[in-house]
């Protein structure tokens, strides 16, 4: 896939201007984020036999504010430290941003200004959703939103090392333990628990991500855990993402029917095999669906 140019998000009509703001956020990353939401949706549904459906849809749009929010933000600050003007070994669309500010179709004013406003969106958004649900999950909220800020951000936690664990946080435990809050008014045990499984698979992807960007992570001081560890050692982490989540998800107390996500292990292992062997494609795309059939499967395996 080529990068974005100004010949084709040229901005000069208002559906141009759409379109180019709309691909500015990234869209088909924004499954790490709605699919964990539909996880919890599926573990709602089997334990208590209905839903919100209303309710639901709030909620997958309000985090498709905040996650593209946090993506349009993280090209902005990545800019700024100059992070991805130095990646040279990008593996364009999966590492390296956007390209939008590198390849001058918006300023950085302009995309920090849009990335806010998204924000915004998500947060306004999640305080209308308290009203229903009561102020904890402002709390669950608030929380996702910050850390999705500062995983960038001064003091830029993925620059200490942290990235990994803040996004299990914010894409796996937070989405599903708030949409399950929202659903029924309770922090339930197997939300947690279903949570913490897909953290590890959608850390899973921005470590594989993480590997084409070592050389430039490690020119603009941004010390994320494989460039500390070194790609010789790193590419093995895919795989430890896999068995952590695996594991988590056979010692969880789930239902039994949600073990059929362990179908997942087959694009997982093809996905860890590549990247040992030096093949970011297709080990970043197989990394993609594995986390894509973990999510599915384990919303299947929660209903029936």
Known sequence: MSEPSVDIFHGQTTSNKVITYIAATRPPFLTASVLPVISGLGLVWGLQGSLNFIVAALTILNIIF???GANVLNDYFDARNGTDAANIDRVFPFSGGSRFIQNGILT??????????????????????TVITGPFILMIGLTGGLLAIFYSAPPC????????????????????VGTVFIQNGSIMNEAIWLGAVIGCFVSAILWVNSIP???????????????????????????????????????????????????????????????????????????????TAVCLLLAVGCVI
């Open 213 to 291: 960007d070592i050389v430039a992570d490690k020119k603009a001081g941004k010390k994320t855990l494989p460039v500390r560890l070194g790609k010789d050692i790193a590419v093995y982490g895919l795989a430890v993402w896999f068995v952590l989540g695996f594991s988590i998800l056979l010692v969880s107390p789930l239902p039994a029917t949600s073990y059929v996500a362990l179908l997942a292990v087959i694009p997982a292992i093809k996905a860890a095999k590549a990247l040992i062997d030096d093949k970011l494609i297709p080990a970043i795309p197989m990394t993609l669906v594995t986390h």
């Open 157 to 176: 936690l993925a620059c200490r090392g942290l990235g990994d664990i803040v996004i299990a946080v914010c894409f796996g435990v937070l989405p599903v």
């Open 66 to 68: 905040i996650h593209s």
């Open 108 to 129: 950085e004013e302009q995309t920090f200004r849009f990335g806010f406003a998204l924000m915004m969106l998500g947060a306004v958004l999640g305080v209308a959703m």
